[in-house]
Structure formats: structure tokens, C-alpha cells
């Protein structure tokens, strides 16, 4: 699995720069654009405040969140990223066998590429 691709793909979503039916590993995961969008935006989102905190903290997914309800529907839809994530318990973690070096590459590339507008409308 190429993660630097992943990544990016799941980046340029984010920042509405592509649509997922564009990419390589978005376009084979069937939910509807806009749950894949948001769910990206929900994980580089975190991604990129893991980086600022230099810590491993989960995600507490809300049921509340339609944020977090994209996340969810999202890692569970896609073998690609849960070969590096999962959601245990309402909360998306890093699996076990991601390294924290490994975890910090994927969080400081997000940090580098994810920077939305502010006030982004969802779309």
C-alpha cells in the first residue's frame, strides 16, 4: 500500500481540489461523495492537530458529529485505511503495528498539505 498516495488523494479531497470518483483509492469505496469528503476532512483534520500536540491521542467519535459519522462510514468502507486505522471502543486510533515514526510521517505530511480556507462551507 502506498500511504504517501493515500494520503495525498485524501487531502486533495478534503480541500475539494478533486472528487473521490478522480482518484485511485477513493473511487473504488461506495458511499456517496460528499460522506467520503467529510470523512476525509474529519481524518486530516485530526491528523494535522495530532502533529501540533506530538501525541498519539484517539479520536473520540461523536454519533452527534455528521463529521464523525463520515469518518466512521468511511474507515469502514475502505481496506486501505484500516490497514493503518481503526475505531475501537467510538474512538479512531492508529492500529498497532503503526509505528509512531510511521505515524508522525502520515501526521507532518498532513500538517504540510492540509491547510482549508477558513470557513469552509461543506458542500
Known amino acids: 500500500m502506498d500511504a504517501e498516495l493515500w494520503l495525498k488523494e485524501m487531502i486533495e479531497i478534503a ?37 501540533v500536540a506530538l501525541r498519539l491521542r484517539p479520536l473520540e467519535l461523536k454519533p452527534s458529529s455528521e463529521l464523525d459519522m463520515a469518518c466512521l462510514k468511511l474507515i469502514e468502507a475502505a481496506d486501505f485505511l484500516r490497514e493503518v486505522m481503526e475505531i475501537r471502543e467510538g474512538r479512531l486510533k492508529f492500529v498497532d503495528r503503526v509505528s509512531v515514526g510511521q505515524a508522525q510521517a502520515m501526521m507532518l505530511y498532513a500538517k504540510e498539505h492540509y491547510r482549508p480556507p477558513l470557513f469552509t462551507a461543506l458542500r
Open 15 to 51: 480541500l475539494n481540489e478533486k472528487r473521490p470518483e478522480e482518484t485511485t483509492y477513493f473511487s473504488k469505496i461506495n458511499l456517496d461523495p460528499t460522506t467520503i469528503r467529510w470523512g476525509c476532512m474529519r481524518i486530516a483534520d485530526w491528523l494535522c492537530i495530532q502533529s
